[in-house]
């Protein structure tokens, strides 16, 4: 028992050292500590902005930390759950619902100068549920046809002159049987490189109250035509993976890929001339292959004590600002959510920064409705049995439908 | 001066003979004292990392816990584990389980003590540089040889397909069926395990004299017949708490399932328990539900560790 209470006593020790997180003391900075899942090319752009704040001035010290997307959700969920974490989390709006449910983000409505807030553009504001969550420092995350203009001089406009292409760029240049060079290459085993095909045909993955719409003919037509770009049209491969699909457009084995921002400059560092051009239009619906898009953003952790809110917003307002926006998109290419930075002769400073605005102009928000975790997830099984054969796309869309739901009532209503 | 160690000695008694008077303390008490001074930390750390969680996992899954009452959960009784063995796929995942458990520890016991055996005989040369090449794939990080086999099960880049239609045979969609994606997850998974329980059965096999080998061919006794009734009986103290312990690894492995298969794929069908815990906690927050499937994991493999060790009479040779 002595014992016992030895080691209990030494918890209680340990524990109370732990709990202070009061303000520093006299002299000292005030640190603003960041969680994010910038990639590679942000993520040092972020430190050498912190690094140079950092020294520019004595009273606030900017501390950052990079995560893997789901791990940074999770881990940041239980922290700020026990009034811990970082004082703002950066990343796709696509976690707003699930942070926003758990009470894990504040809302910023009150919060942010409202002359600030009116300069962002509609999809920079990043809402859930009527309240302002988060402010976004770019819009990404938009799937864009990627091409060597070497092997494809000419991108496809339509999803016909698409399908079309499996017949001059799919070569067997060795005579062995089998093809040597591909005409396109994705990674489409997963649901997100399928919206685009999905929004072409008119179908979408939930309506306004978050409840899965994928049982559909829209879905069933969407489906149908990656299996023949395959099957019938010899455009891709039989099996193509994220990384499968990056090697063999990276190795000039692929005229063309379908793929977001964050490859673009890994493609240019291997050497290849790459260019981009907006998802093709389908002819039978004139709608427009759209990939769907996220605004990256900026939340606030409710555990920000009032003493520090000012400073926070303050570092906040400077990382969404228009000095760092004009600054990103230049170096970057990435796309900004600054009315101002985007009327700007910036967006003329790079083809690349051009041809993904336009993608962008051609492309979906992605929901912040919680419930879009679960029809990720139940939308790639499926999926892939009608890739694999197993079912058709008919039974594929139904499984798709069934899935979600059940997984939207084990989560939601468990 | 010879007599100065005495006197140091002597000096040294009766400080220690005082030193009641001064604490306050018999003998028996400062023992106690340098006992729990030595042993709190441990305890400390015992109760923050192991008892704690352990604890607060079996509150959960009584309770509520899902992402709407991550704040206020509330104690229901028994309701997710009944829920969790209505779920559907509960009794296929758990088969799936103990088919991946067997057959990988079957592997990786019967490849070990095989290999161990040859390394062990005299003729084999060049026995360090063996070692080393078979001790490769426990050496490399999990991770690393879970992505790079996936890459090798690609149906028309991956070294194994290129190997069998080198053979003459036809290319198999491994990653894309549900019994192929378990088998590959298996086969890397073996690829992963067998040289622990090479290492082990070898240092099991260096402990048995050779005496009784020489006496065992003096009277005529095959290989197969030394086998049996010499290297398996002796080697069996070292290799059953082996097994146990790769049994328990194998059964609660999600590095290998879940980077082979990406997670479960195709449509959730290679799932183990293990796996589906983490996809039900951290992608579906069902706390509760995925707490009540740990408890029940966790009842498993005491059973299984208990029956099996009175069986076996593992741990007979310890007492």
């Known amino acids: 028992m002595r014992l016992l209470l030895v080691a209990l006593g030494f918890a209680v020790a340990v524990g109370g050292c732990a709990g202070a997180s009061g303000p520093p003391p006299e002299g000292e900075p005030v640190v603003v500590r960041i969680w994010h899942q910038k990639d590679a090319a942000e993520r040092q752009f972020l430190d050498d902005w912190a690094a140079a704040y950092n020294a520019s001035q004595d009273t606030v010290r900017v501390e950052t930390l990079y995560k893997e997307t789901e791990e940074l959700r999770n881990h940041y969920v239980f922290a700020a759950i026990g009034g811990k974490g970082p004082d703002l989390i950066f990343g796709p709006a696509d976690n707003m619902g699930t942070l926003g449910i758990t009470e894990t983000i504040r809302p910023l409505d009150d919060l942010v100068d409202p002359a600030f807030l009116a300069g962002f553009t509609d999809d920079g504001r990043v809402t859930y549920d009527g309240h302002l969550y988060g402010l976004a420092d770019q819009i990404g995350n938009h799937l864009t046809f990627v091409y060597n203009p070497a092997l494809l001089p000419d991108p496809p406009a339509t999803m016909a002159e698409l399908a079309a292409l499996g017949s001059t760029l799919t070569r067997d240049t060795d005579g062995d049987g089998d093809p040597d060079q591909y005409a396109l290459v994705w990674n489409y085993t997963e649901p997100f490189f399928f919206i685009p095909f999905l929004t072409s045909f008119g179908g979408w993955v939930m309506d306004d109250a978050g409840n899965p719409t994928l049982d559909t003919p829209e879905t069933v037509a969407a489906i149908q035509y990656v299996l023949d770009l395959r099957d019938r049209y010899g455009v891709i491969p039989r099996e193509a993976d994220y990384e499968t699909a990056k090697a063999l457009f990276r190795d000039d084995y692929a005229a063309a890929t379908i793929d977001g921002p964050w490859s673009w400059g890994g493609y240019q560092e291997a050497g290849v001339d790459v260019q981009l051009s907006p998802l093709p239009v389908n002819e039978q619906t004139g709608l427009y292959a759209q990939p769907m898009a996220a605004a990256k953003a900026y939340s606030l952790n409710p555990a920000v004590p009032d003493w520090k809110l000012p400073t926070v917003l303050g570092v906040l307002e400077l990382l969404t600002g228009d000095a760092i926006q004009a600054q990103m998109a230049r170096e970057l290419a990435t796309i900004p959510v600054r009315t101002s930075v985007r009327e700007s002769g910036v967006m003329q400073s790079s083809a690349l920064l051009r041809q993904s605005l336009a993608q962008i102009e051609h492309s979906r928000p992605m929901p912040t409705e919680p419930?879009?975790?679960?029809?990720?997830?139940?939308?790639?099984?499926?999926?892939?049995?009608?890739?694999?054969?197993?079912?058709?796309?008919?039974?594929?869309?139904?499984?798709?439908?069934?899935?979600?739901?059940?997984?939207?009532?084990?989560?939601?209503?468990? | 001066m010879l007599n100065a160690p005495n006197d140091a000695m002597g000096v040294e008694a009766a400080t220690l003979a005082?030193?009641?008077?001064?604490?306050?303390?018999?003998?028996?008490?400062?023992?106690?004292?340098?006992?729990?001074?030595?042993?709190?930390?441990t305890a400390v750390i015992v109760l923050a990392v192991v008892a704690f969680p352990f604890v607060y996992n079996v509150a959960i899954s009584f309770s509520n816990m899902n992402i709407y009452t991550l704040r206020d959960w509330e104690l229901i009784g028994l309701d997710q584990y009944a829920a969790v063995f209505r779920e559907p796929a509960f009794w296929s995942v758990f088969l799936k389980t103990v088919i991946w458990t067997v057959v990988c520890v079957a592997f990786h016991v019967g490849l070990g003590v095989l290999l161990a055996v040859l390394l062990h005989q005299s003729f084999i040369k060049g026995k360090s540089a063996w070692r080393v090449l078979l001790i490769i794939p426990w050496a490399v990080p999990q991770y690393i040889t879970a992505l790079t086999w996936r890459g090798e099960f690609n149906f028309e880049f991956g070294a194994v397909n290129l190997l069998i239609e080198g053979l003459g045979g036809s290319a198999i969609s491994w990653l894309s069926d549900p019994v192929t994606a378990f088998v590959a997850a298996i086969i890397t998974n073996v690829w992963l395990g067998f040289p622990f329980m090479m290492v082990i059965a070898l240092g099991g096999l260096q402990s048995i004299p050779k005496e009784l080998y020489e006496a065992a061919e003096v009277d005529g006794a095959s290989a197969w017949t030394q086998f049996r009734t010499i290297t398996a009986p002796l080697l069996k103290p070292v290799m059953v708490p082996a097994i146990t312990l790769g049994t328990i690894w194998t059964f609660n492995n999600i590095n290998v399932v879940w980077l082979v298969s990406n997670g479960g794929e195709p449509n959730d069908q290679t799932h183990i328990l293990v796996s589906y815990v983490y996809e039900a906690a951290f992608s579906m927050y069902r706390f509760g539900w995925a707490a009540a499937l740990s408890m029940v994991i966790f009842a498993v493999l005491f059973v299984f560790t208990q029956v099996f060790l009175n069986r076996t009479q593992a741990t007979e040779s310890v007492y």
């Open chain 2, 18 to 41: 005082s030193a009641p008077q001064r604490t306050g303390l018999s003998e028996a008490g400062r023992r106690r004292w340098f006992l729990a001074a030595l042993l709190g930390p």
């Open chain 1, 371 to 414: 419930q879009m975790r679960q029809i990720w997830d139940a939308m790639r099984g499926p999926y892939q049995l009608v890739m694999n054969g197993q079912v058709s796309a008919a039974e594929g869309a139904r499984l798709m439908q069934e899935q979600a739901e059940k997984r939207i009532a084990d989560t939601f209503l468990n």
